[in-house]
Nanobody
Framework: QVQLVESGGGLVQDGGSLRLSCAAS????????MGWFRQAPGKEREFVAT????????YYADSVKGRFTISRDSAKNTVYLQMNSLKPDDTAVYYC????????????????WGQGTQVTVSS
């Protein structure tokens, strides 16, 4: 069992930056692939980024590539999402998720989810 708690969301201006954190409980955190997803009002939850359990193979949605960076610190049981050059279209609730299997863009491949943190980008 893994419990995930996101933090770091907030209100930022167009072009600004935020760093989201996702703290995980459980001694087997280092064996889980981790992902970030987001859901804007009235839209489906969509993939943002994922990273393997080794910390390698980061993969991003085209919409955030070059602006967002996913990383993990297994010693701290934490995964991060550094978000730069934020745009109003990035406004959403951001969720982290853990997968027992391989890292994936597919939300159905994740076994545990956090409660989400709101990110609002003003124009």
């Amino acid at each position: 069992q893994v419990q995930l708690v996101e933090s770091g969301g907030g209100l930022v201006q167009d072009g600004g930056s935020l760093r989201l954190s996702c703290a995980a409980s459980g001694r087997t955190f280092s064996r889980y692939a981790m992902g970030w997803f987001r859901q804007a009002p009235g839209k489906e939850r969509e993939f943002v980024a994922t990273i393997s359990w080794t910390g390698g193979s980061p993969y991003y949605a085209d919409s955030v590539k070059g602006r967002f960076t996913i990383s993990r610190d297994s010693a701290k049981n934490t995964v991060y999402l550094q978000m730069n050059s934020l745009k109003p279209d990035d406004t959403a609730v951001y969720y982290c998720a853990a997968a027992i299997g391989a890292s994936s863009w597919y939300k159905g491949g994740y076994d545990y989810w956090g409660q989400g943190t709101q990110v609002t980008v003003s124009s």
